[in-house]
T-cell receptor, first 115, second 109 residues
Framework: GAGVSQSPRYKVAKRGQDVALRCDPI?????LFWYQQALGQGPEFLTY????????KSGLPSDRFFAERPEGSVSTLKIQRTQQEDSAVYLC?????????????FGSGTRLTVV | SQKIEQNSEALNIQEGKTATLTCNYT??????LQWYRQDPGRGPVFLLL?????KEKRKERLKVTFDTTLKQSLFHITASQPADSATYLC????????FGKGTRLHILP
């Protein structure tokens, strides 16, 4: 597609429920990133893939967070046993390369609300 | 750890004037610095990248400067318009892109 597509756009989860957030990057983009953005804050890095390899997961807040990109295209961010502090917008971005000279193309995000 | 700071207070500018946003960073010397625009309910949109050996970069009404001595980047919008109202994020890359909190800009008609 022309841009990065994320689904669902909004998700309301009961505390303790598992959720899965999907990201369809721009075709041919090697690098894929997940960010978490709380209200009034900048995006915070969660994890990074180059093709199907997860090269950096240092930003994942706990072992309840898990991301995968099995075929080097679509990625899923899974949050197990959601808690209220997980409420945020989850942004996916893709980039042609991994270098800083490439700007990232972001999706519109998934707004997760844990009640 | 690396830190990137933007003025968290909203900036109100009269239409037609130049808006200037500031980004400061510490504990790092990035080779590139990027600026993004973010509208409510949307993801950030890449605007400009400036390299450490470039003092200034322009794109239409946008101008970015990069002072590696001051560890600061300035982002200017000339002849500002209400449609320029948004949050502007600066970012640099270490092994991943690190974002500032952003500055909300309001252009008043």
């Amino acid at each position: 597609g022309a841009g990065v597509s994320q689904s669902p756009r909004y998700k309301v989860a009961k505390r303790g429920q598992d959720v899965a957030l999907r990201c369809d990057p721009i075709s041919g983009h090697v690098s894929l990133f997940w960010y978490q953005q709380a209200l009034g804050q900048g995006p915070e890095f969660l994890t990074y893939f180059q093709n199907e390899a997860q090269l950096d997961k240092s930003g994942l807040p706990s072992d309840r967070f898990f991301a995968e990109r099995p075929e080097g295209s679509v990625s899923t961010l899974k949050i197990q046993r959601t808690q209220q502090e997980d409420s945020a917008v989850y942004l996916c971005a893709s980039s042609l390369g991994a270098g800083a000279r490439h700007g990232y193309t972001f999706g519109s995000g998934t707004r997760l609300t844990v009640v | 750890s690396q830190k990137i700071e933007q003025n968290s207070e909203a900036l109100n500018i009269q239409e037609g004037k130049t808006a200037t946003l500031t980004c400061n960073y510490t504990n790092y010397s990035p080779a590139y610095l990027q600026w993004y625009r973010q509208d409510p309910g949307r993801g950030p949109v890449f605007l400009l990248l400036i390299r450490e050996n470039e003092k200034e970069k322009r794109k239409e009404r946008l101008k970015v400067t990069f002072d590696t001595t001051l560890k600061q980047s300035l982002f200017h919008i000339t002849a500002s318009q209400p449609a320029d109202s948004a949050t502007y994020l600066c970012a640099f890359r270490d092994d991943k892109i690190i974002f500032g909190k952003g500055t909300r800009l309001h252009i008043l008609p």
